[in-house]
């Protein structure tokens, strides 16, 4: 059974910083790339970061870039987000995804970024 469940959202101000993990299971993590999507209320799922299987690509939106970092590790089947600098716009469920034939989806964090 696949299974990715993330975790380490929760309640900062505005300018603090939060690490997201998805860990996974049930499927090969070092075949497939993985990553990050968002959706605010009232706002259409948007992608926030994406790292390749090797690691070798990564995606940032324009929207983090520079403030979030992404990172793998394939020992412990475990992606990561490191978020700095958080804004309110950054409120928002994060999704963790895996994807190499077919997307797999966590069940999503909550981020809540207060004034």
């Known amino acids: 059974e696949v299974q990715l469940q993330a975790s380490g959202g929760g309640l900062v101000q505005a300018g603090g910083s939060l690490t997201l993990s998805c860990a996974t299971s049930g499927f090969t993590f070092d075949a497939h790339d993985v990553g990050w999507f968002r959706q605010a209320p009232g706002k259409e799922r948007e992608a926030v970061s994406c790292i390749s299987s090797s690691a070798g690509t990564i995606y940032y939106a324009d929207s983090v870039k520079g403030r979030f970092t992404i990172s793998r590790d394939n020992a412990e089947n475990t992606v990561f987000l490191q978020m700095n600098s958080l804004k309110r716009e950054d409120t928002a469920i994060y999704y963790c995804?895996?994807?190499?034939?077919?997307?797999?989806w966590g069940q999503g964090t909550q981020v809540t970024v207060s004034s």
């Open positions: 995804f895996a994807e190499e034939t077919q997307r797999y």
